[in-house]
């Protein structure tokens, strides 16, 4: 059998006749190259199911080209358990000057959100609510809150899963709920003025590319100014602060769509924002401070392969939703799949971040 080596540096593949890591440049041959972490990243080459295969490619474009093993169970084992209000309310009170912990407090184990399920069972509880008063009493002032309310939802919960996944605890729940409600609105505003100088009429393949190009850049633009606003130098930041922009662009389009098409069009789409808007702006939010790190925001982030790889898969995930082609469930279905196997592995490097950081401190 084989054998693989991998740079004890930053964990990318080197040929055997190398001399130097093409990833990092490190000597692998030289003094700084123990021969206790050069052993211990020597493993034998196995064969790779599909699924490995692309959490491990994917995890290349962040710096380490490992797989990384997706735990859901451990994950979300959090949910079922009891939480009381106190334990909420400790969550919510984070990012100010006074809770805000420092690097070395900073946890690098695995993440377990659990507030997010909680703030889905109070939107399911008051849509309940405002559908029974809208159809059984006819009480038509209710109409837009039932579709406001349900258009909040499911992004607004996942943005509160990325507010648990950021271990950084430095971005408050008030600065959250405005990147989410002005960056929201924003990110619309930026994509209408965008399409001004596009002609996008009927649906087909060439368009539905335009139309991800359209969208993804004007959440862009809005990701981009809150980054470099906040001045957020983490990956978890920057994942946060993508979810925000994506789930206002989600809601606030939602709404729109509903008002134009009634309420059979909120539950199709809460479903689909499961993995779409939400995911979008947080991959392009932790690529854009994944190649950012400790620089200013620069048109040079912009043309950074690690941000252009995540930004291309955000686009051709976006387009290929739209696309008008057969088994649009099916398909939609494996989108979202790609885009959350997306978003662990970048919370993965989110997480290895904070241990780089802490052994350099």
Known sequence: MAEVIYCPHCGAQVAPTQRFCTHCGLDVRGPLASPTASAAKTVPV????????????????TGQRRKVPIKLGSMFSEVFKRHTEADAETLFIVGTGHTTPTLQQVSDSPVKPWLFSRVFVIFTMTIA?????????????????????????VPFSLLMLFFETNTFRNISIFKV????????????????VLYQFVN????TVVTAIIV??????GKLIIIAYYVRRLNAR?????????????????????????????????????????????????????????????????????????FLRFFGLT??????????????????????VVAWITVLVLINAGLREVRTLQAQT
Do not use: C
């Open 46 to 61: 196995t064969h790779q199911n599909m699924f490995d295969s692309a959490t491990t490619q994917l995890n290349g474009w």
């Open 129 to 153: 609510i405002l559908a029974g008063s809208f159809f059984l009493f006819n009480g038509e002032k209710m109409y837009i809150s039932l579709i406001f309310m349900s258009a909040l939802a």
């Open 177 to 192: 709920t405005k990147i989410f409600m002005v960056g929201g609105v924003a990110a619309v505003l930026a994509t209408m």
């Open 200 to 203: 996008v009429q009927n649906l």
């Open 212 to 217: 991800a190009m359209v969208e993804e850049t």
């Open 234 to 306: 983490f990956i978890l930041n920057g994942l946060l602060i993508g979810a925000a922009v994506g789930a206002g662009f989600a809601a606030f389009e939602t709404a729109g769509y509903a008002q134009d098409l009634g309420l059979s069009v909120l539950l199709i789409r809460s479903l689909g924002s499961l993995g779409t808007h939400t995911l979008w702006g947080a991959i392009n939010g932790a690529a854009l401070v994944l190649a950012k790190g400790d620089r200013s925001l620069t048109g040079l982030v912009f043309r950074d392969g690690r």
């Open 315 to 336: 686009v051709a995930l976006h387009a290929i939703w739209d696309m008008p082609v057969p088994f649009d469930l099916i398909l939609q279905l494996g989108l979202i």
